[in-house]
């Protein structure tokens, strides 16, 4: 039998799957346990693409991989961490404060609580630990405020059989599957998850989709290639906001296609990640 390989990792499947309302019960389970928000606020929220506001006229779009929009002045952004980077942890605290201090103007007396949510696929603080927690604290080590706190999920870590939250190993089992029939041999028997395993299947099956998805996992090999042959930081650097703007322009022909295969815009942008704004506006150029 051939088994069907997969990376839910790779950025477009993992927007897919946290994004997909079908797949909600199982998201929110997992992010309740971690970032301690109850389960029936997270399945309620509003989970959309992560365009993070400018604060700057001139300044370059940022785009955060799910932001959740939940009661209580609450949010929470989700970014899954593939590569080692200088910049990126900076990157992702940015957003983090962008969207604080955006959402404080809009006539509210206070700032709202944003918990920032680091799925890391290698172990930035070499630890044993599975979820590392930071928030902001005064000089003496006590915590200042609660308007932000920052959660890393050690995903090697969390796999380990050490590990003894069965919520949060459950779902990052799940998420680090390989092939679509070690899944469905897995939760055989669970209809939460072996609904998530339709929704992999469908994309895995989608011409547009999977279009994408080889794109994504043809520039995660030209990284991994670059750094083994031993490129200084600088060049990294580079090479990743040279990826960057190639997934960029790969979103605008993606987008195209599937309107002109009569998929609806909210829908595209589900999947490929561009807002129904940016998405209209790109249909009305020429």
Same mark, same amino acid.
């Given at each position: 039998?051939?088994?069907?390989?997969?990376?839910?990792?790779?950025?477009?499947?993992?927007?897919?799957?946290?994004?997909?309302?079908?797949?909600?019960?199982?998201?929110?389970?997992?992010?309740?346990?971690?970032?301690?928000?109850?389960?029936?606020?997270?399945?309620?929220?509003?989970?959309?693409? +992560?365009?993070?506001?400018?604060?700057?006229? =001139?300044?370059?779009?940022? @785009?955060?991989?799910? %932001? *959740?929009?939940?009661?209580? /002045?609450?949010?929470?952004?989700?970014?899954?961490?593939?590569?080692?980077?200088?910049?990126?942890?900076?990157?992702?605290?940015?957003?983090?404060?962008?969207?604080?201090?955006?959402?404080?103007?809009?006539?509210?007396?206070?700032?709202?609580?944003?918990?920032?949510?680091?799925?890391?696929?290698?172990?930035?603080?070499?630890?044993?630990?599975?979820?590392?927690?930071?928030?902001?604290?005064?000089?003496? +080590?006590?915590?200042?405020?609660?308007?932000? =706190?920052?959660?890393?999920? @050690?995903?090697?870590? %969390? *796999?380990?059989?050490?590990? /003894?939250?069965?919520?949060?190993?459950?779902?990052?089992?799940?998420?680090?599957?390989?092939?679509?029939?070690?899944?469905?041999?897995?939760?055989?028997?669970?209809?939460?998850?072996?609904?998530?395993?339709?929704?992999?299947?469908?994309?895995?099956?989608?011409?547009?989709?999977?279009?994408?998805?080889?794109?994504?996992?043809?520039?995660?090999?030209?990284?991994?290639?670059?750094?083994?042959?031993?490129?200084?930081?600088?060049?990294?650097?580079?090479? =990743?906001?040279?990826?960057?703007?190639?997934?960029?322009?790969?979103?605008?022909?993606?987008?195209?296609?599937?309107?002109?295969?009569?998929?609806?815009?909210?829908?595209?942008?589900?999947?490929?990640?561009?807002?129904?704004?940016?998405?209209?506006?790109?249909?009305?150029?020429?």
């Amino acid at each position: 039998m051939i088994e069907t390989k997969i990376n839910l990792f790779n950025d477009a499947m993992f927007k897919a799957i946290f994004r997909n309302p079908k797949n909600r019960k199982i998201i929110s389970e997992f992010l309740s346990e971690v970032t301690g928000v109850k389960q029936e606020l997270l399945e309620q929220a509003n989970y959309q693409g +992560g365009e993070i506001p400018k604060k700057k006229l =001139e300044e370059k779009g940022k @785009i955060a991989d799910l %932001i *959740i929009k939940i009661e209580d /002045n609450q949010q929470i952004i989700v970014e899954m961490n593939q590569y080692r980077s200088n910049y990126i942890f900076e990157k992702n605290t940015s957003y983090a404060f962008s969207i604080s201090s955006e959402s404080s103007k809009k006539g509210r007396r206070e700032y709202p609580r944003v918990i920032l949510v680091n799925l890391d696929k290698f172990n930035p603080f070499q630890t044993k630990e599975g979820i590392i927690r930071f928030q902001l604290r005064d000089e003496e +080590g006590h915590v200042e405020t609660e308007i932000y =706190e920052s959660i890393h999920i @050690i995903l090697e870590n %969390i *796999i380990d059989k050490q590990y /003894n939250n069965n919520k949060i190993k459950k779902f990052i089992e799940f998420m680090a599957s390989e092939t679509i029939e070690e899944m469905k041999e897995r939760y055989e028997g669970d209809e939460e998850y072996m609904a998530a395993i339709r929704t992999v299947e469908e994309l895995s099956t989608d011409p547009n989709f999977v279009g994408y998805y080889d794109l994504e996992e043809a520039h995660k090999q030209e990284l991994e290639d670059m750094r083994e042959t031993g490129y200084d930081d600088g060049m990294e650097e580079g090479i =990743e906001k040279g990826i960057e703007k190639g997934k960029t322009e790969n979103q605008k022909e993606v987008a195209r296609a599937m309107y002109a295969d009569g998929v609806a815009i909210d829908t595209i942008s589900k999947y490929v990640g561009i807002s129904i704004e940016k998405i209209q506006s790109l249909l009305n150029e020429k």
